[in-house]
């Protein structure tokens, strides 16, 4: 009897851990399921979030590519404010270019850096400018944001000859751009980093243009 007892506990013992071991695995396979479904929503927001800045700086001009994919990366410290490589995004109709977004930097803005998207047309006129980040006084300098005003629309429809070069300035130093109420070093940091895509953009036109490898049929 004792021997039967002793079996049975054993079996007993034996059954709820290979119970315990179906749960905990069960559970580990939710687990990893719901982290692959959240990982792969989290992937695709992201993306779409993306794709919405990039789009905003495009205005509308017609593309049939992805612009996620077809980037470039270059550098130039002086001209697009930052010594690390700068994404360059190609928007080409049916292979064709149509324009690039240019991801540049104002370096010299109040409280720091100030990340800048800047979408240029193929005849170097800017069909939008947005801010990505920046550490900018709130209520003064933030109003560069398009949330927070419509000082940055001014660039749109602008180009290194309109107005001319050494018109690039807030009005303060004799320029054509409006400077921000209280806020002056802010807005003439992104107006420096604007033109001075432009430059770049006009300097390196035809390789940020070039066709892609393979055409569209």
């Given at each position: 009897m004792d021997t039967g007892r002793a079996e049975?506990?054993?079996w007993r013992?034996?059954?709820s851990a290979l119970i315990l071991t179906?749960?905990?695995t069960v559970a580990f396979g939710l687990v990893v399921l719901v982290h692959e479904a959240t990982r792969a929503r989290i992937?695709?927001?992201e993306r779409a979030s993306r794709v919405a800045q990039l789009e905003a700086v495009l205005g509308g001009i017609a593309h049939d590519n992805d612009l996620l994919a077809d980037v470039t990366?270059?550098?130039d410290p002086a001209l697009l404010g930052t010594t690390r490589p700068v994404?360059?995004?190609r928007a080409r109709h049916k292979g064709r270019p149509a324009a690039v977004v240019i991801a540049a930097v104002a370096p010299d803005g109040y409280a720091g850096s100030i990340r800048l998207l800047?979408?240029?047309d193929g005849a170097g006129t800017i069909l939008g400018v947005r801010v990505v980040s920046h550490h900018e006084t709130p209520g003064l300098g933030d109003a560069i944001e398009e949330r927070k005003s419509d000082w940055i629309h001014g660039f749109t429809g602008r180009s290194l000859v309109d107005p001319p070069p050494e018109r690039w300035k807030v009005r303060k130093d004799g320029g054509d751009f409006d400077q921000l109420t209280g806020a002056t070093v802010t807005p003439r940091a992104v107006v420096r980093a604007v033109s001075a895509t432009l430059v770049y953009f006009e300097q390196h036109r035809a390789e940020?243009?070039?066709a892609p490898a393979t055409m569209p049929p």
């Open positions: 049975s506990a054993m013992g034996l059954r179906a749960v905990t992937v695709a927001s990366y270059v550098h994404p360059v995004y800047v979408g240029i940020l243009l070039a």
